[in-house]
């Protein structure tokens, strides 16, 4: 399932009526907090996905790997130091799914090293 840009109709308002205007072009998925069933609020009229999140405030407790999948395993995307903001917008199971700050990496980190801010 890919991602897709939405964009106005011509004329009318962005409260009017939007378009889809097709397959969008590949996302950073590395910086884009978007993924195919979830994106963040503030991509809403952006990216068309079936649900938008409003981030949830948390900083590591504790240093932790910030992981492409949620999986032990899973290659890493960044090393992240205690005390790093962390914007959960996907709680499932152990992990938390979401962006480092406002605008740094996507990706997956444990939930038992984060707390909320």
């Known amino acids: 399932m890919g991602i897709f840009f939405v964009t106005a109709v011509p004329g009318q308002s962005f409260l009017g009526e939007l378009a889809l205007t097709g397959p969008s072009e590949k996302l950073d998925d590395a910086h884009w907090p978007a993924r195919g069933d979830l994106a963040h609020i503030r991509l809403a009229g952006r990216v068309f996905v079936p649900y938008y999140a409003v981030p949830m405030a948390y900083t590591l407790a504790l240093a932790a790997a910030l992981q492409t999948a949620p999986r032990e395993d899973a290659p890493l995307r960044e090393a992240l ?15 938390g799914w979401g962006q480092v700050g406002e605008d740094g990496c996507v990706g997956y980190l444990p939930m038992a090293a984060l707390r909320r801010a």
Do not use: E
């Open 81 to 95: 130091p205690a005390g790093t903001p962390f914007n959960v917008l996907d709680i499932a199971g152990r992990w």
